[in-house]
């Protein structure tokens, strides 16, 4: 898709493969919250951007050239061609999914922002998980101001790990907030989060449930959302009732990765996106 630059903000011309509401309503992330004019507002990357589709073209702002092109085009994974994914690839419900979910993009989001969000989000619906991680923020993120509100980045390892239990259980995090405090410790000590990017998938895998409160569908989650991990394939109760649904194939967290490694090949956590979205919002599960 072109791109031009207008009045402080990035246009992207023809975007039939971004549709705020598929990328920011689906579960991966947790900030970007929808206005009432439509418009979604969030923080990524300690920024502020209003992300607006008007018509077929999508509006960044405030975005610079070089924000877009240092930030924001690698996060919402513009470099990606959607529209040729699965292409031709003969699975009828996937193609259904695709069709459906039409603007749906894998984000890629900051890795410790996403390993502490999907810690919280055990066993939790989106809008409490959205509420308790703006008031982790709110307790601990960088403040900055834009057009006269106050916001806040997300916390780094080490002031997460200056929050004590009591001061996570504040903020709602419930029994999660010992598993929280360890693992935003682990990291401030050293646990190098971006390193994983090099090592195979099931290495990295390995290597993430090692932190407190990580297990294999978190560990997924940060892998495809954050850590470039496209055959990453979350496996949630939910996504399980996907599969034995729409394939009839039930199984473990390792023979349904296997399974949908085999079927959709090295981009099967798209696929996930996909099916999951159009399972949801249509009530297959």
Not at 274 to 281: G, P, Q, S, T
Request: hydrophobic share 40%; net charge positive.
């Amino acid at each position: 898709m072109d791109v031009i630059y207008k009045d402080g903000r990035a246009i992207l011309r023809e975007a039939a493969e971004f549709e705020p509401a598929h990328i920011f309503d689906n579960g991966q992330c947790f900030r970007f919250i929808r206005q009432a004019d439509g418009a979604y507002h969030g923080v990524a990357h300690g920024r502020f951007l209003c992300v607006e589709k008007n018509g077929a073209d999508v509006s960044l702002s405030p975005c610079s050239r070089d924000e877009f092109e240092g930030i924001w085009n690698g996060y919402f994974d513009l470099g990606r061609d959607y529209a040729k994914l699965f292409a031709g690839c003969g699975d009828r419900a996937l193609l259904e999914g695709r069709k459906y979910g039409q603007g749906l993009r894998v984000l890629n989001q900051e890795p410790f922002e996403t390993l502490i969000s999907f810690i919280i989000s055990a066993n939790n619906n989106l809008g409490r998980i959205r509420g308790i991680v703006d008031r982790i923020c709110k307790a601990c993120g960088e403040p900055f101001e834009y057009a006269g509100r106050t916001y806040h980045a997300f916390p780094t390892p080490g002031r997460l790990a200056t929050l004590d239990v009591d001061g996570f259980a504040g903020c709602g995090c419930g029994y999660r907030s010992p598993y929280l405090r360890e693992t935003a410790r682990q990291v401030a000590d050293g646990f190098d989060l971006e390193a994983l990017r090099s090592l195979p998938y099931g290495e990295a895998k390995k290597q993430l449930m090692r932190l407190k409160g990580v297990g294999p569908k978190v560990a997924d989650c940060v892998l495809l959302f954050s850590l470039g991990k496209a055959d990453a394939f979350p496996a949630d109760v939910w996504i399980k009732r996907v599969m034995k649904n729409l394939y009839g194939f039930e199984g473990n967290d390792r023979q349904v990765y296997a399974f949908a490694k085999k079927k959709f090949g090295k981009n099967a956590g798209i696929a996930q996106q996909y099916l999951f979205y159009y399972a949801r919002e249509n009530k297959l599960v």
